[in-house]
Every structure is written in C-alpha cells, then in structure tokens.
C-alpha cells in the first residue's frame, strides 16, 4: 500500500474521464479500472471519487444513468458525452506535452546543458 | 442560454434536494456494497466486510457535502438548511431567543423612529417644485416676524429673489350654511401660489393681480385633505361662498394633494389673500410698519447664480435702508436665510434630530455589544456542539456560516418587530398634535426609505454581534474540548465578552445621564416658577374675530364675558389675556421695553435685556379698573419672575 503515488491535483478527473472512456462504468467500477489501467499504482480515497463525479456531470462532460451491476445490484453507470470525450483528447495532450517537459527537464545530465 | 441553464439546474437542484439527497445515498451505498462483495469473495464474513468497506469508504456525510458542493446550487441551499437549523436551536433556547429579539426589537425600533422623523423634518425637502432654491428670510425685528410694509419694501427692493411671497396664520370659523367649525389657514399674499410654482387640483388660485388694495379678494382656496374631509370631494364647491368669521369669501379653487403648505410643521386648511386678512383676523396691518408680526415669514426661490450668502448681504442691505428711512418703527438685526419649511427652528431642529439619532444609534450600538456578548457567551455554551461537528468533518467555514445565519435571523425578526412598533409609532405621531388648540403635527410618514434603514440596521447588527464569537470559533480545537466537556474555558473568550461588557456600560452611562438630564429638564419646565398660580386656574379660549367682533365691539363683549363667567358660582376672579405660553405660535408681537434715561426711543435703543412679548390684538386686559390692575401685576409679575425666557 505505501508504494502508491498520491494522486497530483486536477489529475483525478483525468483518470476519471480516460475510465469511462474504455466502457460505462459505476463509481466501485471506474475505482477498479483506475486501480486495472494504472497498475495499482495510484492511492485514490473511495469516497474522494463521488465530488469528482458529480462535478463532470454538472460540466456536462459525463452522462449517468442508473442500471443493473454485474453483481446485480442497482448502480449508477457514467459514461462520457461528445464533450467528455472532447475533453479528454485535449487533457491527454496537455498532459503529455507536460510530461514530456518535465521528464526532459529531469534527466537533463550536466553535461547537456 | 448558458446562464440561464445554469439559473434553472441551480433553482432545480434547490427543489430537487431531496431527490438528489437520496439518489446520492443509494449511490454511496451502492458503492460499499460493491466493495463489500468483493471483500467477502475474499474469505471475509458478510458484516465484518460491510464494516471495513464503510471504513475505505472515508466521511460519508463530508462527502456528501462536498458532492452537493460540486452539483452548485449550493448557496441558496446551504442557506435554508442555515436558515432551518437556525430556527430550531434558536427554538431550543426560546429565553435566549426572546431576549436577543426584543433587544433588538427596542433598538432598531428607535432608530427607526427617529429615522422617520429624520427623514421627514431633514432629508425630504418641502413637497413643491424645486423646492432646493427655495428660501425662508428671517428679516427685521424678530427672525420670521415682520410686518406688511417692510415685506413689501424687502420684495420690491432686493435683487436676489425671482419673486418674494409671505404668509401668516388665520384661525377662522367657517361656515358653510351648516355646522360652522374652526379651521387654520394661511393668509398668503397674491404671488404665493407662483412663487411656490404651486397648480390648482380644482378651479383657479389667488394672484398678485387680485390684490386691489384692503379687503378687494374675498377668494378662498381650500386644501386638498380639507376639501376631502370637510367637502367629501365635492368638486361643486368652487363658485360657492362661504362665511369665513362672518365675512364672505368665494372658493375659487383646491390645492394638489401633494401640497401641504409652505411649513413643515402646519398644513393650512385653507388660503386666503393676505389683503383681506384684515376680515378674518380683525385687525389692520397692511399700513402697520412697526408691528413686526402680520407676516411669519416670506419665501422665495433665489435667483441662479445667486448664493444664499450674497442674499443675506442683500437682505441686510434693504433692512439698513429701512432702519434708516423708518428708524421708529424699525430696529434692524442682522438677517439669516433659512431652508423653506422649518423657517428659523431649522437649525435647532436640526440640531435637535441629529443628536437624536446619534442616541439612538448608540442605543442600537449598546444593543449590539450586549449581543455581542450574549453570542460569545452562547457559543462558549455550544462549543461541544461545535467541537463535535468539527469532528464529524464539517468545516469551519460552514460552522461559522451556520452562526452567522442565527445571528441574522435573530436581528431580522428583531428588525420585523422594531419596524413594526416603529410604524405604529410613527403613524400616531403623523397624527399627534401636541397641543390640542394648535394645528402643529409632524409629517412623518413611513415610507420605503425608513423601511430599508431599518433592514440594513438590523442586518449590519446582525452581523457585528454575530461575528464577535468568530475568533472563538476559529481557534476551537474540538479534541481539548471533546476531553475537557462543556466547562472547558479558555480566558481568553473572557477578555473579549469583558471589553463588550465595558463599552456597554460606558454607552449606557451616556444614555441614562442624556435621559435624565432631558427628564430634568422637562420636570423643571413643568413646575416652573411663572410669577403666579397655576393651580385651580382653568382657561377658556374665545375667539371674538371668529364670532366677526371686531373694533370698539370687542372690548364690549369681553366685559360681558367676564361678567358671565363672573356669575358662575365658585368662580373667584375672572381675567384676560391675550395669549398664554407655551403656545405662543400664533401672531405674537413684541414690544420694545427701554431704560429710564432713553430719551430716544426707537427700536434700536431698546434695552436688550428685557423682551416683552404680548400677543398682537386689541388690548391683553379688558380695561375696567379692576381688570387694569390686573394687568399691572402681570406686567409687574412678567418683568420680576422668571417665567419669560428672554429676561
């Protein structure tokens, strides 16, 4: 458990978005395929989940609809909307174009610069 | 469209909130249940699972509001559940709750009151037409007193009114053919409706150019409320004569409803021209230079460009023409300007209104320190409750919130019920008259401007006494207090409730010692010392210019009255005067009183130690020989005692 990285802020909705992406999901659901996606890598509280949720739905970015789970249990099931989906092409870029900078920042050896 | 969809979701979302509440729940539930069948399909018992998905789960109820939070809609609603929860603590508490109310209620009521009078007699200006430019001259002999011959010389000769016109009380009995009843008028020169930029509701009004001399317009204009009241709106009543003390006088039109004089503190029941004044008050004064009181004041709207300063240079330059041409009749004093309307109390009423509600609004601040202190008191009280919530997860800032809302709705309900009383208030003194022979009322009237004074007050105090407990609050460190229970104090809660308990005292001391010093006062007042017998004295008022005496027939009736009133058994002595204090209101005249060795006796060697106001009129003391010493001793009485303010 100590080894998972805390979550930087604003990447949780990233995280969130790229889920649904792959197929509707609900919240224990989207949880489990962060945990599948990233390797378990990532310390994600439960609950922290739900305000990240209900925030995309309200930017219109998520659509939700209540269903039957797979333990047949009722749930609310999200998936993206056209803008999600606008969204997350353009969040991806930012982010790797950010990476990209940052990793290249760091592994800069003296001799480089 | 964006802002109005999100107006709607936010209006939706605040009506939907139970909906949602529970839809959010099954969520959140639905989630645990899910993680708790994965638990149990991993060897554990179905409880012990359900247990530790829960305790994954994190702070449902914190949660929660954060996902309300992130839905919007979250003001509006964070406020009525304020709003709610504040009703029933403050249900809880209801000795707290009635005490903080009906301080408040006492406070804000104050000052709405003294607002409103404020606000009528200072900040709302006379209701005519530019009334901004309009000017009262307090000329001659005495401030607002002047006669017919210097108003008219002051109206021709200066160069910074557009027009002058002037006025003076009449109190006539009217008949109109069935019950004959007294009424206040103004008896107005011709231009005054013009000068005032005043139009008729019904017929015409009265112009310079009726004005053909002594008694050449029998013209009355009635008032809009005296026309309803007394006419019930007859709009046949213009081209009627009527009998105004026993004299025939035309009604030739009704003012605007709006209008209500020239004098704040009388509305006139009807306008004559001044020209026949004579009729009504049964004296002569359009030659009378000397007698300084036919005219109360004359207004006018100074021209543009003129400053009030250059015309009270040129008013005091026309009254040192006349001292100069007239210097027996005519004793000048320097001249001020006054605001129309109040004429020359305008500054002590100002003055006199101003300090009024500073008082009152130390009294509201005295309120809110008490408050104050109440609140940090009960927040102490309450710390467990907020110690326990701070746990439960809810933030400070929600807390706080959560106070304020409290300290608000105890300051609205206070404003509600100080409004109130303050209206009902304010209604009785629109309709008192303070003494029962004078048409003096006090304009006030409730409006929208008193009504928003008083919310503000009451939620600007709301939040000052409110915020007293903040720091309280933001310092509570909920585990000390869970461990150390609800006697927990910390000292420094204390200074602060102390330092408010010392500004309470330090205002209230101010207040008692104003109160009592005015109390003094008025007791002094009451029992002074008049130079004779207030007790078992009756008074009864006649008016013999009203009954049309006039001239030699009045000494006449006068003679039969006392002789009547003689005749009524326990009566010891019967005497007459003309006029008695305080109510001095009506034409009063003053007469220059000179030293021994004056040997020119004009007005301005008056001794100016001693004023000798009589009333205007024929003789004060019937002049029977018993009655001439009566007239002595008052004389005598006047200039030994105390009772004149002046000496």
Same mark, same amino acid.
């Given at each position: 458990?100590?080894?998972?990285?805390?979550?930087?802020?604003?990447?949780?909705?990233?995280?969130?978005?790229?889920?649904?992406?792959?197929?509707?999901?609900?919240?224990?659901?989207?949880?489990?395929?962060?945990?599948?996606?990233?390797?378990?890598?990532?310390?994600?509280?439960?609950?922290?989940?739900?305000?990240?949720?209900?925030?995309?739905?309200?930017?219109?970015?998520?659509?939700?609809?209540?269903?039957?789970?797979?333990?047949?249990?009722?749930?609310?099931?999200?998936?993206?909307?056209?803008?999600?989906?606008?969204?997350?092409?353009?969040?991806?870029?930012?982010?790797?174009?950010?990476?990209?900078?940052?990793?290249?920042?760091?592994?800069?050896?003296?001799?480089?610069? | 469209?964006?802002?109005?969809?999100?107006?709607?979701?936010?209006?939706?979302?605040?009506?939907?909130?139970?909906?949602?509440?529970?839809?959010?729940?099954?969520?959140?539930?639905?989630?645990?249940?899910?993680?708790?069948?994965?638990?149990?399909?991993?060897?554990?018992?179905?409880?012990?699972?359900?247990?530790?998905?829960?305790?994954?789960?994190?702070?449902?109820?914190?949660?929660?509001?954060?996902?309300?939070?992130?839905?919007?809609?979250?003001?509006?609603?964070?406020?009525?559940?304020?709003?709610?929860?504040?009703?029933?603590?403050?249900?809880?508490?209801?000795?707290?709750?009635?005490?903080?109310?009906?301080?408040?209620?006492?406070?804000?009521?104050?000052?709405?009151?003294?607002?409103?009078?404020?606000?009528?007699?200072?900040?709302?200006?006379?209701?005519?037409?530019?009334?901004?430019?309009?000017?009262g001259t307090e000329y001659g002999?005495d401030p607002g007193f002047q006669?017919?011959?210097?108003?008219?010389?002051?109206?021709?000769?200066?160069?910074?009114?557009?027009?002058?016109?002037?006025?003076?009380?009449?109190?006539?009995?009217?008949?109109?053919?069935?019950?004959?009843?007294?009424?206040?008028?103004?008896?107005?020169?011709?231009?005054?409706?013009?000068?005032?930029?005043?139009?008729?509701?019904?017929?015409?009004?009265?112009?310079?150019?009726?004005?053909?001399?002594?008694?050449?317009?029998?013209?009355?204009?009635?008032?809009?409320?005296?026309?309803?009241?007394?006419?019930?709106?007859?709009?046949?009543?213009?081209?009627?004569? =009527?009998?105004?003390?026993?004299?025939?006088?035309?009604?030739?039109? @009704?003012?605007?409803?709006?209008?209500?004089?020239?004098?704040?503190?009388?509305?006139?029941?009807?306008?004559?021209? =001044?020209?026949?004044?004579?009729?009504?008050?049964?004296?002569?004064?359009?030659?009378?230079?000397?007698?300084t009181?036919?005219i109360f004041e004359a207004?006018?709207?100074?021209?543009?460009?003129?400053?009030?300063?250059?015309? @009270?240079?040129?008013?005091?330059? *026309?009254?040192?023409?006349?001292?100069?041409?007239?210097?027996?009749?005519?004793?000048?004093?320097?001249?001020?300007?006054g605001?129309?309307?109040?004429t020359s109390f305008?500054?002590?009423?100002?003055?006199?209104?101003?300090?009024?509600?500073?008082?009152?609004?130390?009294?509201?601040?005295?309120?809110?320190?008490?408050?104050?202190?109440?609140?940090?008191?009960?927040?102490?009280?309450?710390?467990?409750?907020?110690?326990?919530?701070?746990?439960?997860?809810?933030?400070?800032?929600?807390?706080?919130?959560?106070?304020?809302?409290?300290?608000?709705?105890?300051?609205?309900?206070?404003?509600?019920?100080?409004?109130?009383?303050? @209206?009902?208030?304010?209604?009785?003194?629109?309709?008192?008259?303070?003494?029962?022979?004078?048409?003096?009322?006090?304009?006030?009237?409730?409006?929208?401007?008193?009504?928003?004074?008083?919310?503000?007050?009451?939620?600007?105090?709301?939040?000052?006494?409110?915020?007293?407990?903040?720091?309280?609050?933001?310092?509570?460190?909920?585990?000390?207090?869970?461990?150390?229970?609800?006697?927990?104090?910390?000292?420094?809660?204390?200074?602060?409730?102390?330092?408010?308990?010392?500004?309470?005292?330090?205002?209230?001391?101010?207040? *008692?010692?104003?109160?009592?010093?005015?109390?003094?006062?008025?007791?002094?007042?009451?029992?002074?010392?008049?130079?004779?017998?207030?007790?078992?004295?009756?008074? @009864?008022?006649?008016?013999?210019?009203?009954?049309?005496?006039?001239?030699?027939? *009045?000494?006449?009736?006068?003679?039969?009255?006392?002789?009547?009133?003689?005749?009524?058994?326990?009566?010891?002595? *019967?005497?007459?005067?003309?006029?008695?204090?305080?109510?001095?209101?009506?034409?009063?005249?003053?007469?220059?009183?000179?030293?021994?060795?004056?040997?020119?006796?004009?007005?301005?060697?008056?001794?100016?130690?001693?004023?000798?106001?009589?009333?205007?009129?024929?003789?004060?003391?019937?002049?029977?020989?018993?009655?001439?010493?009566?007239?002595?001793?008052?004389?005598?009485?006047?200039?030994?005692?105390?009772?004149?303010?002046?000496?």
């Amino acid at each position: 458990m100590t080894d998972q990285a805390q979550l930087l802020p604003g990447t949780l909705d990233l995280l969130i978005l790229r889920a649904v992406s792959l197929g509707p999901l609900h919240g224990y659901g989207i949880l489990l395929r962060i945990g599948q996606i990233s390797g378990n890598a990532l310390l994600i509280e439960q609950g922290a989940l739900y305000p990240g949720l209900f925030r995309l739905v309200r930017q219109g970015l998520l659509k939700a609809n209540w269903g039957t789970s797979e333990n047949n249990r009722r749930a609310k099931f999200y998936e993206l909307t056209a803008a999600g989906r606008r969204r997350l092409r353009e969040e991806t870029a930012n982010w790797n174009r950010l990476v990209t900078a940052i990793a290249s920042a760091l592994s800069v050896q003296p001799e480089e610069v | 469209m964006k802002l109005l969809a999100a107006l709607s979701l936010r209006i939706a979302t605040l009506f939907q909130r139970s909906q949602i509440n529970a839809e959010m729940e099954e969520e959140l539930r639905s989630h645990i249940q899910h993680r708790a069948d994965d638990l149990a399909r991993d060897g554990l018992d179905r409880a012990e699972a359900e247990r530790l998905a829960c305790i994954e789960f994190g702070g449902r109820e914190r949660i929660k509001e954060e996902c309300h939070e992130a839905l919007g809609g979250n003001f509006l609603d964070t406020l009525l559940q304020d709003v709610r929860f504040g009703f029933r603590v403050l249900r809880k508490s209801p000795s707290f709750t009635a005490a903080a109310v009906v301080t408040l209620a006492l406070a804000i009521g104050a000052n709405a009151v003294v607002f409103g009078v404020l606000d009528a007699l200072i900040l709302r200006p006379l209701n005519v037409p530019q009334a901004e430019s309009l000017y009262g001259t307090e000329y001659g002999l005495d401030p607002g007193f002047q006669s017919y011959p210097n108003y008219l010389d002051l109206r021709d000769r200066n160069r910074s009114f557009e027009d002058l016109a002037a006025f003076n009380f009449v109190f006539a009995g009217l008949d109109t053919g069935k019950n004959p009843s007294t009424a206040t008028g103004f008896a107005a020169t011709g231009n005054y409706f013009d000068v005032l930029r005043i139009q008729p509701y019904l017929g015409r009004f009265f112009h310079s150019s009726d004005e053909q001399g002594p008694n050449s317009a029998p013209f009355l204009v009635l008032s809009y409320a005296y026309w309803h009241s007394r006419f019930q709106d007859d709009r046949g009543v213009v081209d009627r004569t =009527i009998q105004v003390s026993k004299h025939p006088f035309t009604i030739i039109g @009704v003012t605007p409803p709006e209008f209500r004089g020239s004098l704040l503190f009388v509305s006139p029941d009807f306008l004559i021209p =001044i020209v026949n004044q004579d009729q009504v008050n049964g004296e002569n004064i359009l030659n009378a230079r000397g007698d300084t009181h036919p005219i109360f004041e004359a207004i006018g709207h100074l021209k543009p460009g003129v400053t009030p300063d250059q015309a @009270v240079a040129d008013v005091n330059a *026309v009254g040192a023409y006349l001292e100069k041409t007239y210097p027996k009749e005519f004793g000048q004093k320097s001249s001020t300007l006054g605001r129309a309307g109040l004429t020359s109390f305008d500054s002590a009423v100002r003055q006199f209104v101003t300090g009024l509600m500073l008082l009152a609004g130390l009294i509201l601040l005295a309120a809110c320190a008490n408050l104050g202190g109440l609140f940090a008191a009960r927040a102490a009280d309450r710390s467990r409750e907020v110690a326990l919530r701070l746990a439960l997860g809810s933030s400070r800032k929600r807390i706080l919130r959560q106070l304020l809302t409290e300290a608000v709705l105890i300051s609205l309900v206070g404003g509600a019920a100080g409004l109130a009383g303050s @209206v009902v208030l304010l209604r009785r003194l629109s309709t008192w008259q303070p003494f029962p022979s004078a048409p003096i009322h006090l304009p006030v009237s409730p409006d929208a401007k008193v009504y928003v004074v008083a919310l503000v007050l009451a939620l600007v105090s709301g939040l000052l006494f409110g915020i007293v407990p903040v720091r309280q609050v933001l310092r509570a460190n909920p585990y000390e207090i869970v461990k150390a229970g609800s006697s927990g104090r910390v000292g420094r809660r204390l200074t602060v409730r102390d330092a408010l308990l010392v500004l309470q005292i330090a205002i209230c001391a101010v207040l *008692v010692t104003s109160s009592m010093v005015a109390v003094r006062g008025l007791v002094r007042s009451l029992h002074g010392n008049f130079g004779f017998e207030l007790h078992n004295a009756m008074l @009864v008022g006649t008016n013999l210019a009203m009954a049309g005496y006039s001239g030699d027939r *009045v000494p006449a009736m006068q003679r039969r009255m006392i002789h009547a009133m003689e005749a009524i058994p326990g009566v010891e002595r *019967v005497g007459l005067v003309n006029n008695y204090p305080p109510l001095v209101y009506g034409a009063g005249s003053r007469v220059s009183v000179f030293k021994e060795e004056t040997r020119d006796l004009r007005p301005a060697n008056a001794d100016p130690r001693i004023v000798l106001a009589t009333m205007g009129g024929p003789p004060a003391l019937e002049p029977a020989e018993r009655d001439e010493r009566d007239a002595e001793t008052l004389v005598t009485a006047a200039l030994n005692g105390t009772s004149l303010p002046h000496y």
